[in-house]
């Protein structure tokens, strides 16, 4: 079995309710997982996931369709980017599929938590600087 290209610390990651039932379908609709490290990366973050309410979920958590800067803390270089779902990618437009292994090891996080990504040219290591919107956080402010 591939070793994971994503390293995070073991601690809990929270996952809206919704997120992850969307998620788990489209993982089953890839069929086998055999061969497919991202997806069984993906799988075993929504396994050790704390799932909550989308109401209950805390404005600075990276769900489905947030939009943040990360900063790569080997470079300084900070860029905005959206997570997604895989139809949806176009990295040329900061949008990343969170079947991507970097999409994947953000999903759950916090603004200012620290995210570490294996690359052929070896490990990134990657901050959240702020959560600029997040759709369970815009529903709460517009009701």
Known sequence: MAESNVRKAERTILVTRSDEQRLRRILASKGSL???QNLRDLLMELDRAQVVEDDEIPADVITMNTR??????DTGFVAEYTLVYPGEADFT??????LAPIGTALLGYREL???EWQVPAGIRRLRIESVLYQPQAARAEAA
């Not at 943040?68 to 803390?73: N, P, T, V």
């Not at 437009?93 to 969170?98: A, D, L, P, Q």
């Open 93 to 98: 437009r900061g949008k990343i599929s969170v």
């Open 34 to 36: 055999d061969g497919k």
């Open 68 to 73: 943040f800067e990360l900063r790569d803390l």
């Open 113 to 115: 938590d620290t995210v």
